[in-house]
């Protein structure tokens, strides 16, 4: 679960960060650098706080992508 995911994993495993805002459906890619994934940051996935670039909102559904496959799944789930 990403609960357990810290930084630092995302950091070294290049895993995907993508949100879903509750509020306005929205899907995104979050960047590394923008999470501040990199080497020794033990800060979990879940604890980093996220604000919609769209409406603002600051609830989102986390997940935690490991493949290009995983990443593409995730927005065509959008377009359904
Ligand atoms: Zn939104």
């Known amino acids: 679960m990403y609960e357990h995911v810290s930084l630092h994993t995302v950091w070294q495993q290049g895993l995907v960060i993508c949100l ?14 923008t999470l501040g994934a990199r080497d020794g940051n033990g800060k979990w996935v879940a604890k980093v706080r996220f604000v919609c670039s769209r409406c603002r909102a600051r609830d989102f559904s986390v997940t935690v992508c490991r493949t290009d496959a995983d990443v593409k799944r995730f927005f065509n789930e959008y377009r359904r």
């Open 20 to 33: 879903l805002c509750r509020r306005c459906r929205r899907r995104a890619v979050v960047p590394h650098e």
